[in-house]
């Protein structure tokens, strides 16, 4: 059991859910922390939802205080494939973060010096309005999307 705060600075208990697939094709479901807790569904999606009542029932919690990480039982060729696909899209999330924010600084650096939003799209090959978004700082774009 991993205890973390989310955005919201409320606390977030996380579980691991080990997924079954079984013979007749349903998924069995149970908590690697408190196997007494699982459940099972036709789908993966249904074990965890019925997985999330059946947990705040166990734990007397709401449901929104619960975060599972699914973990299914695969052979373990499959089991290898699918961490590397789940890597690889942490990398390829991280890489974003990390272009955007290179791009952000393009952006700034050429707009200080004069060059037009078109101009400066061009030259980082995107479009005049993401470098219109790169630009504005972040708590005046939270201040538009809320009023």
């Known amino acids: 059991m991993n205890k973390y705060s989310d955005r919201k600075g409320e606390n977030v208990t996380t579980y691991t859910a080990r997924?079954?697939?079984?013979?007749?094709?349903?998924?069995?479901?149970?908590?690697?922390?408190?196997?007494?807790?699982?459940?099972?569904?036709?789908?993966?999606?249904?074990?965890?939802?019925?997985?999330?009542d059946?947990?705040?029932?166990?734990?007397?919690?709401?449901?929104?205080?619960l975060e599972f990480i699914p973990h299914p039982v695969l052979p373990k060729a499959t089991g290898r494939t699918v961490e590397q696909a789940r890597?690889?899209?942490?990398?390829?999330?991280?890489?974003?973060?990390?272009a955007i924010a290179?791009?952000?600084r393009a952006a700034v650096a050429l707009t200080s010096r004069g060059i037009s939003l078109r101009d400066a799209a061009a030259i980082l090959g995107v479009s005049h309005q993401r470098v219109h978004q790169l630009l504005v700082p972040e708590s005046a774009a939270s201040r538009r999307k809320a009023g």
């Open 19 to 52: 997924l079954k697939r079984e013979k007749d094709d349903r998924w069995t479901v149970e908590l690697e922390e408190e196997p007494r807790v699982h459940t099972w569904g036709k789908t993966v999606d249904q074990a965890l939802a019925r997985m999330r």
């Open 87 to 98: 890597k690889a899209r942490e990398q390829a999330r991280n890489a974003d973060r990390v």
């Open 54 to 65: 059946a947990a705040a029932l166990w734990f007397q919690t709401d449901e929104d205080q």
């Open 102 to 104: 290179q791009t952000r």
